[in-house]
């Protein structure tokens, strides 16, 4: 028997459609599985004028008063699992120009973090920097005019991890940090009562063999901030130890803010920092912020913008 097939009324094939159906399938099954993740985007930018005596002295710039604007952007995508274990991962985009002649800095992607937590207990893993780091006290200007520079030792050392562990119980914080190919460590243990805040921190450079240790407090009555911090650096032998200490206050009246902080040292030739400044909020997270003082026996000033979105 011969059967011959007549398509001749049946309706041509429509690719297009198929294609299109296709893609949304695919995209349905890809997101099944991340229902209940969250992705946020938060970020800050300023842009300003800074002074510095005899910058051009230094060959820092071709002028004392330079623009100044920075962006960062945070990326945090959080989710959870169902037995309760919450996860997520960060990244930063940062740019920089310091003005119209210097090159723009910033490398886009930076601090990678991946984090997992659960009843208290969190494991990060990536640019974690250094667990040491412990309270410090408040900078003054738009930017930053460094007044706290002798107290930034443990977080501008090279002391860095790649591991961070933190138990979180009650008023209590202990976290602590390694490198697994530096082998740097650092502790700390952080708290508050009332209005008080404290903590102790502890880091070690593995390769320099200098280690630092911290006491940082915090007390706010009413429209008032105070903040201290000491550090002891441990050189290795034969160098002199070193012991800093930095202290900041702050007053705030309706929408204006009023700081003034210091950092010293008892390193000879150590030149005090100082600072005082003012900030004015605009609102919808819009302010206006500029300071001047003393950083490194030269004189400093800001004037700029600051934006958090």
Same mark, same amino acid.
């Given at each position: 028997?011969?059967?011959?097939?007549?398509?001749?009324?049946?309706?041509?094939?429509?690719?297009?459609?198929?294609?299109?159906?296709?893609?949304?399938?695919?995209?349905?099954?890809?997101?099944?599985?991340?229902?209940?993740?969250?992705?946020?985007?938060?970020?800050?930018?300023?842009?300003?004028?800074?002074?510095?005596?005899?910058?051009?002295?230094?060959?820092?710039?071709?002028? &004392?008063?330079? +623009?100044?604007?920075? *962006?960062?952007?945070?990326?945090?995508? %959080?989710?959870? $699992?169902?037995? !309760?274990? =919450?996860?997520?991962?960060?990244?930063?985009?940062?740019?920089?120009?310091?003005?119209?002649?210097?090159?723009?800095?910033?490398?886009?992607?930076?601090?990678?973090?991946?984090?997992?937590?659960?009843?208290?207990?969190?494991?990060?893993?990536?640019?974690?920097?250094?667990?040491?780091?412990?309270?410090?006290?408040?900078?003054?200007?738009?930017?930053?005019?460094?007044?706290?520079?002798?107290?930034?030792?443990?977080?501008?050392?090279?002391?860095?991890?790649?591991?961070?562990?933190?138990?979180?119980?009650? &008023?209590?914080? +202990?976290?602590?940090? *390694?490198?697994?190919?530096?082998?740097? %460590?650092?502790? $700390?243990?952080? !708290?508050? =009562?009332?209005?008080?805040?404290?903590?102790?921190?502890?880091?070690?450079?593995?390769?320099?063999?200098?280690?630092?240790?911290?006491?940082?407090?915090?007390?706010?009555?009413?429209?008032?901030?105070?903040?201290?911090?000491?550090?002891?650096?441990?050189?290795?032998?034969?160098?002199?130890?070193?012991?800093?200490?930095?202290?900041?206050?702050?007053?705030?009246?309706?929408?204006?803010?009023?700081?003034?902080?210091?950092?010293?040292?008892?390193?000879?030739?150590?030149?005090?920092?100082?600072?005082?400044?003012?900030?004015?909020?605009?609102?919808?997270?819009?302010?206006?912020?500029?300071?001047?003082?003393?950083?490194?026996?030269?004189?400093?000033?800001?004037?700029?913008?600051?934006?958090?979105?």
């Amino acid at each position: 028997m011969l059967c011959v097939l007549n398509f001749a009324n049946v309706a041509p094939i429509n690719v297009g459609a198929m294609r299109k159906g296709f893609f949304a399938t695919t995209a349905l099954v890809a997101t099944a599985g991340i229902a209940s993740a969250d992705i946020t985007v938060t970020g800050s930018a300023n842009v300003g004028l800074k002074y510095s005596e005899d910058r051009t002295a230094n060959g820092d710039s071709n002028d &004392d008063v330079i +623009v100044h604007n920075e *962006i960062d952007f945070n990326i945090v995508a %959080t989710g959870e $699992s169902d037995n !309760g274990i =919450t996860f997520g991962a960060s990244v930063d985009l940062d740019a920089s120009e310091a003005d119209q002649d210097d090159a723009q800095s910033g490398s886009g992607a930076n601090d990678p973090e991946v984090y997992f937590s659960m009843n208290g207990l969190t494991v990060t893993v990536g640019a974690v920097g250094n667990a040491g780091v412990v309270l410090n006290t408040a900078e003054v200007g738009f930017d930053g005019l460094n007044t706290n520079s002798h107290v930034d030792a443990v977080d501008d050392s090279s002391v860095d991890g790649d591991v961070h562990v933190s138990y979180a119980f009650g &008023d209590y914080t +202990v976290a602590a940090s *390694i490198g697994s190919d530096s082998e740097d %460590t650092a502790f $700390s243990v952080s !708290g508050s =009562t009332g209005a008080l805040t404290y903590a102790v921190g502890f880091a070690s450079d593995d390769s320099a063999n200098i280690d630092y240790t911290s006491f940082g407090a915090g007390y706010t009555m009413g429209a008032y901030n105070f903040q201290a911090l000491m550090v002891n650096i441990d050189n290795p032998a034969g160098t002199a130890d070193e012991d800093t200490f930095g202290l900041s206050a702050a007053y705030t009246m309706d929408a204006m803010t009023f700081t003034v902080a210091m950092s010293d040292s008892d390193a000879a030739g150590s030149d005090a920092s100082y600072g005082i400044g003012a900030a004015y909020d605009l609102g919808g997270g819009l302010a206006l912020k500029g300071g001047f003082g003393s950083v490194g026996d030269k004189s400093v000033a800001d004037l700029g913008l600051t934006m958090s979105f």
